[in-house]
């Protein structure tokens, strides 16, 4: 369920950085209930966060963003 949840989040459009934040923090939640003993196997243990794959398109047009702006204008 939770690799679903993570999976669901990234499908919304939300961002890797985010994705990672919210995964950082449900480890911390899980770590901490099985440390109380509230729950006996940590369900974020084998979970990955979804990375979006770039294409060599998207790399080309990040370098050509880049190379196009005049600094000087601002």
């Known amino acids: 369920m939770y ?3 993570l999976i ?3 499908k919304k459009g939300y961002a890797d950085n985010t994705l990672d934040g919210i995964h950082t923090t449900g ?3 899980f770590k901490k209930a ?3 003993e ?3 196997s940590n369900p974020t ?3 990955k966060v979804p990375k979006q794959k770039k294409t060599i ?3 080309e047009n990040a370098k050509n963003f ?3 702006r005049n600094w000087l204008d601002f």
């Open 66 to 68: 880049w190379k196009k």
């Open 45 to 47: 243990e084998y979970t």
């Open 57 to 59: 398109e998207d790399i």
């Open 27 to 29: 480890r911390m939640i």
């Open 38 to 40: 509230l729950i006996k």
């Open 34 to 36: 099985m440390e109380l």
């Open 8 to 10: 669901d989040l990234k």
């Open 3 to 5: 690799q679903d949840m």
